[in-house]
C-alpha cells in the first residue's frame, strides 16, 4: 500500500525518483538514538511546534546551513506530536 501511495505523489509531483521512508514506532528514541546514524553529516530539522518535554528549538534563520551541507526535515501532524514517545 505504502509504495503505491508514494508512486502517486510521484505522479502528482512530476518526479521520479522514489524517496527512502523509514516508519517508526516511536518518535523521540528514533531522533535521539537512530537517525544520526542513517544521517550522517546531516542538518537534521524538526518541525514542531514547541513542548515542554523538547529541547529548545532555534530558529531557522539561525541554522548553519552550510553550502554543502544535506537537510534533513521531519515533519509531524498540525498540532505536532502529542507524546515524546509518539
Not at 551541507?69 to 509531524?76: D, E, H, T
Amino acid at each position: 500500500q505504502m509504495r503505491e501511495a508514494l508512486k502517486a505523489g510521484l505522479v502528482q509531483a512530476g518526479d521520479t525518483a522514489l524517496p527512502e521512508v523509514h516508519v517508526v514506532r516511536r518518535l523521540k528514541p528514533f531522533l535521539n538514538d537512530e537517525l544520526a546514524a542513517l544521517c550522517p553529516d546531516t542538518l537534521r530539522v524538526f518541525g514542531h511546534p514547541q513542548k515542554e518535554w523538547a529541547d529548545p528549538l532555534p530558529a531557522m534563520r539561525d541554522l548553519d546551513l552550510g553550502s554543502n551541507k544535506r537537510i534533513l526535515l521531519a515533519v509531524g501532524p498540525e498540532a505536532g506530536w502529542q507524546d515524546p514517545f509518539e
